[in-house]
């Protein structure tokens, strides 16, 4: 059976914009920002985005992985400036 074009598209998006953003972590580092902060958020990153490259080439799509990465993405995205600092007062320790 043939994935749906919209799980394809947001499985795209998904993988190339955790791909984009690890790139944003390290970039940030390198321009001196805290380093344990951003390194284990590149990773996951990193790590999602590797899983999504994965899906993308085997054409395993499925929704769990789509609607996963979501709710992750979007509490990263939201929760992150209270994130960073507590990170950074767990490693600075």
């Known amino acids: ?3 749906a074009p919209f799980l394809i598209t947001v499985t795209k998006i998904i993988a190339y914009y955790c791909l984009f953003y690890a790139a944003v972590k390290i970039y940030a580092i390198v321009k001196g920002m805290w380093f344990w902060p951003n390194l284990l958020i590149a990773v ?3 790590i999602v985005a590797w899983f999504g490259f994965r899906v993308i080439k085997k054409e395993t799509y499925n929704w769990y992985f789509a609607g996963i990465c979501i ?3 979007s509490a990263l995205r939201y929760y992150e400036p ?3 600092p507590y990170l950074h007062g767990l490693f600075a320790s």
């Open 1 to 3: 059976m043939k994935p």
């Open 44 to 46: 996951f990153l990193g």
């Open 71 to 73: 709710v992750l993405l």
């Open 82 to 84: 209270k994130l960073i």
